[in-house]
């Protein structure tokens, strides 16, 4: 570690361990594959963490330490998030920073919502924000029985 990037990472207010975990360690021990793999865990967080509406999605950003989530546009289509907030600025200052893992666990939870077969990609990453876009398609709709329960959140 070099004293500039530490320098970041204690500075931040995003918490100098999670930068640590997410930024360095990860990407060191996944190489390569760290944006697939973290895409994928995202998509878990979501299975294990269900929410049932765009705003308790948002809530649920917050309450994790992952930024400030907000739907900008919604149609038959897609859907556009934005993802701002003091983390996504401490960490896109980082050579590292993959915001896979966000993207994920956002395709997963509108996936639930939906009941369509929903894809996420990285749209635009900014210094202060980074935009998802949510592809969805309802001609394939997800035709598993299984009955979602969705979690409460805590105020």
């Known amino acids: ?4 990037l530490y320098n ?16 360095v360690l990860l990407p ?7 944006d697939g793999i973290l895409y994928w865990a995202g998509k878990d967080i979501a299975r294990q963490f269900p929410v049932a509406s765009d705003e308790n999605l948002s809530t649920l950003f917050n309450q994790l330490g992952l930024g400030t989530l907000e739907l900008i546009k919604k149609n038959n289509k897609q859907q556009v998030w934005h993802l ?13 920073a993959s915001f896979n893992f966000e993207a994920g666990l956002i395709a997963q939870q509108v996936e ?7 894809e996420a ?6 210094k202060k924000m980074v935009q998802i876009t949510v592809y969805h398609d309802f001609s394939n ?15």
Do not use: Y
């Open 28 to 34: 060191s021990i996944l190489g390569s594959e760290t």
């Open 141 to 155: 709709p997800i035709t598993d029985e299984t009955p979602v329960n969705f979690i409460t959140l805590a105020e």
């Open 121 to 126: 990609s990285i749209e635009v990453e900014k």
């Open 84 to 96: 701002t907030g003091d983390e996504i600025m401490d960490r896109s200052k980082l050579e590292h």
């Open 112 to 118: 639930f919502m939906t009941n369509a077969v929903t």
């Open 8 to 23: 970041q990472m204690i500075n931040s207010k995003t918490g100098f361990g999670q930068m640590m975990l997410r930024d």
């Open 1 to 4: 570690m070099t004293q500039s």
